[in-house]
Structure formats: C-alpha cells, structure tokens
C-alpha cells in the first residue's frame, strides 16, 4: 500500500517545498489550494511515531514528506529511523563529511526515497543532476530585497541607485552549469518580523530564475497561521497564488537566458557569490547569461556580440581559440586583467563579495557599462529602479519572456520595455490572474511594450 502511494506523488522535479513546524494532520488543510507539495519536518527520534503518522496523512492527500537532517548527531541511525517511519526521504541539511549522502542511502536502502543536500555553495554538486540526487540546493542564501538604513535612506549599491540584494545572480551561475532543480533554504532573518510582501518578494526572487525558494515563516507568522487568525490566513492565501503562478507556467523553466551579453565566470572567480557581476549587470537591467568556462562553446556564445571573459588565467587551448573566433566574427571580448583576483577570500562560508573582490570586480564593471552605454544587448525597461528582471526565451527563439520583481512593498506604475526584433504579439502575466494582451509598437530599437502597474511580480511574454 506505501510504495502504491509513493509511486502516486509528484516527480522530485515538481516538488513545492515548505518547511512545516507541526505534525498535526489538521495543519495539512493549510497546504489545500495552494502547490506545496513537499514538506521538511525536523527529524527527532523521540517524535518519530507522530511524525511516521503525519507523513502517512500527507501521502494520502499526495503530499511529500522529508526528514531534514543536521550534522552532529548518529546520521546513518536517524535515516534508518526516517525509512522505518515510511518518510519520502531526507535532506541534509548542513555540511557533512564526505560520502554522507550514499550512506544514508544505504541505511535506507529504498529505491523510492529520496536523499536531497542542501549544502554551502561551495560544495553544491553543479551539473546535470544524477539518478538519487534529483534536486540540487544550499542553506546559505541571503534574504532578498532592499535595505533601509537607519536614516529611513535605501541602500546604495557599488553600482549607484538603489541596491537590491538577491540570490538571482548566484541562480543564474548554478543553472549555467546544467539542468538542475535548485532548491534555496534560506531562513527569515532571526529576530524580525517579516512583512507578507516581503515573503512575495523573497519566492519570486528564486522563481524568476528557475529556482525554488523552500517556503520558511518567520516565529510570529507560523504561530499567528496555526491559530488561524484572519489577517495570517489572508497573507498565507498571496503566497499561495503567488506560488501557484510561477507552477502553473513549468514551461517557464526551461527558457534560456537570452541577450547580447555573455560572463564567462566560474567558481573560483567568484560565480556562487552574491552582489558580483552578475548582480551588479542585473540591477541595470542588461540581459545577461553566465557562461562556465568548461561550457564555453560556439554554442553558448551563439547570438551574443559582448563577452567579458573573468578566467582568462583558467582557460584552456580550445576556449582561447572559441574567444579569438568570437572576435574575429566582429564581436568585443573583454577580459580580466591578469592577477586582479584575489581567490583567497573565494570559498568557504562565504556568501557575499569582500571589500576587495567588491572593487576588483566594479573596476570591470564600470568596463562593461562603459561598453554596452545605452545600447540595447536584448531589452531595455524604463521605470525600474527598484526591481530585477530576468530576459529569456524559448529554445526556437519564437517566444520572449521578461520575468519583473517589484521589491518597494508598493505598485510601480508605467513601466515600459523595449525589445530587440519585430515581435507582434505581447501577453502579461501576473499572479493576481490579470492575463491580457498589451499593444505592441515599434521603435528605433524594435518593439515596444508598456505595462501599466507592477504590484509585486509580472511576466511579459513576446511572440
């Protein structure tokens, strides 16, 4: 009867996932209407029998149950007492000594479960996901959006104008390395009360690059949402249809990043950090997609006129020849000076970009700004300055799409894109269901759209 309900839920691929402090079945009428379908319970053994009973409720309604588990304790025991409570499987969350995961595989030793790591970034498993390792993911992520001094003043970046923090340019780098399901754990920041709009924000920052935020409430918010005081309910149903809104377009996920400008960055030149370049490009708006030096390929560069090449020191034969083709076909390589990194503050526990990296990286920066002017490398937005964005399009190319993150906590009026090519078509998307059509026009550049209102989150799409 278990393996039946197993083999009924969803694939790990389509997993929705919330972290869940309770373990009463009647919590799970929480999760109806909405798409979570995956729930992290903290594995304790001294609970086990309540929470073997939860999870035998959430398969029942189709419901993935996962034990997350944490360094320190006896890690082969604790998945022999998850596969005996007959959970879906395991996430280990933390940094474990190598070869953790196979052996809680072993312990479990059940083809069906699941073992997922949410690891540092700096050792996430980049690349195609293999056969029982399905999602890829860290605990360390920072929390998005802007920051308010104390003079009531936002943060301003290296960049000049409002600085948005995000995980979506150390997203972007994970995905560059292969198709992956990525899963983000960040955790509301200790000792503050998180804003309803806040968390929109916070799930729409991964979405917009194809990664899942695992849904985590703040103290306050789950205690106010288990006594179901109205206002919590009314706030956890936005987060419900916004999620529901990016699972409901999975197409979405497999567009690719699109525009003139390629990064050529791998780990060791700071691509799992956030705040380098690729966020410093993005809060510009200058479509842009990171390109790991072992996939450099005609391929790769193909439709690009711009590359910025931050491992000249790492490349081999092959992709110093690829970069010389690019150039010799009229298009502009800029390359790192030799030695401008410094990789002994790259790794670890880091997260964000040092003081020194943070210069070193702008002076290149204000290289590439200087380059692109007000050139158009795939879409221009006007009226932006407090959100992100993201350009893809589908692999024929027939389709656009413009992902937009409102961080203010306000509506954004008037915002207007301007394409490169001759699109006729143009669909908005938003989560609260307003899907209309929008006038196309053309400009000097292409194709023109405007959007009238922006609450938190908005998709354009382009035929």
Same mark, same amino acid.
């Given at each position: ?57 959430? !398969? ?42 196979? =052996? ?35 605990? %360390? ?82 205690? =106010? ?15 419900? %249809? ?62 690009? !006129? ?158």
């Amino acid at each position: 009867m278990f393996l039946a309900l197993v083999l009924s839920l969803a694939a790990p691929a389509d997993w929705v996932p919330a972290r869940w402090k309770w373990t009463e079945p009647a919590t799970l009428e929480l999760a109806a209407g909405t798409p979570i379908n995956c729930l992290l319970l903290d594995w304790t053994s001294e609970e086990s029998g309540k929470i073997a009973a939860f999870a035998a409720k959430a !398969n029942e309604k189709g419901i993935v149950s996962l034990a997350v588990l944490r360094p320190g304790g006896d890690t082969a025991k604790e998945a022999r007492g998850v596969s005996l409570a007959k959970l879906n499987g395991v996430v280990l969350e933390g940094d474990f000594p190598d070869g953790t995961a196979g =052996r809680v595989r072993d312990a479990i030793a059940d083809s069906k479960s699941v073992v997922i790591e949410l690891t540092s970034r700096g050792r996430m498993k980049l690349g195609v996901a293999k056969e029982g390792a399905p999602i890829i993911g860290t605990y %360390q992520a920072v929390w998005p959006g802007i920051q308010i001094q104390e003079d009531g003043h936002t943060k301003a970046g290296p960049t000049g104008g409002t600085w948005i923090d995000t995980n979506s340019g150390f997203v972007r780098s994970v995905r560059s390395y292969g198709d992956a399901t990525v899963w983000l754990g960040n955790l509301p920041p200790p000792g503050t009360a998180v804003t309803s709009e806040r968390y929109l924000q916070v799930l729409a920052d991964a979405a917009i690059v194809g990664a899942r935020w695992i849904l985590a409430m703040d103290d306050g918010f789950s205690a =106010r949402l288990h006594a179901r005081d109205p206002k919590t309910l009314e706030a956890w149903m936005a987060i419900g %249809q916004h999620l529901k809104y990016f699972e409901q377009h999975p197409e979405w996920r497999s567009f690719k990043p699109h525009g003139k400008l390629a990064i050529v960055q791998d780990t060791a030149s700071g691509a799992l950090l956030s705040g380098g370049i690729l966020d410093m490009i993005a809060v510009k708006h200058t479509p842009v997609r990171p390109v790991p030096p072992q996939r450099l390929s005609r391929e790769t560069l193909k439709g690009a !006129n711009l590359a910025v090449n931050l491992d000249s020191d790492a490349l081999d034969a092959r992709q110093k020849e690829i970069l010389r083709d690019f150039t010799k076909a009229g298009n502009t390589v800029l390359t790192a000076p030799k030695g401008w990194k410094d990789k002994s503050s790259i790794g670890g526990d880091t997260v964000t970009l040092e003081k020194a990296e943070l210069e070193r990286i702008y002076e290149i920066f204000k290289e590439v700004s200087g380059l692109i002017g007000r050139n158009n490398l795939g879409a221009r937005l006007f009226n932006v300055s407090t959100m992100l964005s993201n350009l893809t399009a589908s692999d024929d190319g027939k389709q656009v799409l413009v992902h937009l993150v409102n961080y203010s906590g306000f509506p954004v009026e008037n915002v207007s894109a301007h394409f490169l090519g001759d699109f006729k078509r143009a669909r908005l998307f938003t989560p609260e269901g307003k899907e209309r059509d929008l006038e196309v026009y053309k400009n000097e550049e292409g194709t023109g759209v405007d959007i009238d209102l922006v609450s938190v989150c908005a998709s354009l799409r382009l035929e």
